[in-house]
């Protein structure tokens, strides 16, 4: 019995997934077709990438990066990483909103709201946040964060460490502790 529900599960994801709308290109624009060759979203996305599973795909528009659904509903902007949307790191990539920053799932659902000013990706189940800094390009394709406070978040949103500190130098995951700088002096702190 078990083995055959698996293989109805298997039968069912592999249907929805040929269901999935497919990027179609007319006069340099993107648009999406459903699988007998409809038109579902008129060309108007100067880059597409493929629905996901989750029935959410990643557009250029006005060269950002969207998350859209199926019916075209504009889900959230991602932040543009690498020349495309930001990585998924620990199942959760960064958005922007309002000149904010903030974190979505596979689904682009908001699961930490935009409140920083930027947010570096997740590891080990923390984030280094920062209010009042502000991303500086070198002129080339790089750029880098100055200024500001900075503190630390969990996966859930949680402050940790205060958005305080000049600058976070390192995580010592093992310890639950941050080696920061404030005013030029080096000091190690315990997470809350």
Known sequence: MKFLFTFLL?????????????????????????????VIIKPQYQHTMDFTKELVSFVVYENKWYCIDTKNNKLLEAFNYDNGPDYYSEKLARFIENKKFGFFDSRCKKQIPATYDFVFPFEKGYSIVCNGCEIQSDGDEHSRIVGGKYGIIDRKGKIVLPVEHDSIDSILFNKKSAIVTNNKSKSTIKFK
Request: glycine fraction near 6%.
């Open 10 to 38: 298997f039968c069912l994801s592999l249907y929805s997934q040929s269901n999935l709308p497919i990027s179609f290109e007319e006069n340099n624009l993107y648009g999406f077709k459903n699988k007998s060759g409809k």
